[in-house]
């Protein structure tokens, strides 16, 4: 089992920035496909990114392209997600994730959550 926790989360102005951080334990980390979930107040958990276990593919929902970038570090067992230009509509509490299968992250339900951080955006 994976052990993930979340951190970077806080209260930012529109047009700013924001980096998170998910730190794995457990299992063979540098193994594991990595996402970024979201859930909003009354809107339903959505896919924000995912990397694969060598960093060399990444996902990303429609939503924030070209304004988020995913990346890890197997060195340090740490997976980030780098928010810049962050909006309103990004107010949400971020999940880390980890799966064994990157298709998996990519269709909602991979195995692996965090407890997740709030990210709030002000207008």
């Known amino acids: 089992q994976v052990q993930l926790v979340e951190s970077g989360g806080g209260l930012v102005q529109a047009g700013g920035s924001l980096r998170l951080s998910c730190a794995a334990s457990g299992r063979t980390f540098s193994t594991y496909p990595m996402g970024w979930f979201r859930q909003a107040p009354g809107k339903e958990r959505e896919f924000v990114a995912a990397i694969s276990w060598t960093g060399g593919s990444k996902y990303y929902a429609d939503s924030v392209k070209g304004r988020f970038t995913i990346s890890r570090d197997n060195a340090k067992v740490t997976v980030y997600l780098q928010m810049n230009s962050l909006i309103p509509e990004d107010t949400a509490v971020y999940y880390c994730?980890?799966?064994?299968?990157?298709?998996?992250?990519?269709?909602?339900?991979?195995?692996?959550w965090g407890q997740g951080t709030q990210v709030t955006v002000s207008s």
């Open positions: 994730t980890a799966d064994i299968s990157i298709m998996t992250i990519r269709s909602g339900v991979p195995t692996n």
